[in-house]
Nanobody, 120 residues
Framework: QVQMVESGGGSVQPGGSLRLSCVVT????????MGWFRQAPGQEREFVAG????????YYADSAKGRFSISRDNARAMVSLQMNSLQSEDTGVYYC?????????????WGKGTAVTVSS
């Protein structure tokens, strides 16, 4: 079975930083498109950032551009999301998703999420 486990969430003040990580087991990580999604309280889940499996090309939601950076480490089967200059609007549960086919709404497999809270 494919499993994706997120970590790194927590509570930070506005302007702070967090680095989220997602470790993938039971699948062919190096051939997976990977992405991060988030769901704010009372909102729909939305795309945050993605990274291709072949050339590592990255994609970002407008809200994430210039502040967030997605990366992958194939040796560790891990994808990370470095989040800087966090704002209250970034609060939500962040989910890792991946699979062999790209889908901006989410790939085949999902983690359970890690909570991020940005508040004073």
């Amino acid at each position: 079975q494919v499993q994706m486990v997120e970590s790194g969430g927590g509570s930070v003040q506005p302007g702070g930083s967090l680095r989220l990580s997602c470790v993938v087991t039971g699948g062919t990580f190096r051939r997976y498109w990977m992405g991060w999604f988030r769901q704010a309280p009372g909102q729909e889940r939305e795309f945050v950032a993605g990274i291709a499996w072949d050339d590592g090309r990255t994609y970002y939601a407008d809200s994430a551009k210039g502040r967030f950076s997605i990366s992958r480490d194939n040796a560790r089967a891990m994808v990370s999301l470095q989040m800087n200059s966090l704002q209250s609007e970034d609060t939500g549960v962040y989910y890792c998703s991946g699979g062999p086919y790209y889908n901006r709404r989410g790939m085949d497999y999902w983690g359970k999420g890690t909570a991020v809270t940005v508040s004073s």
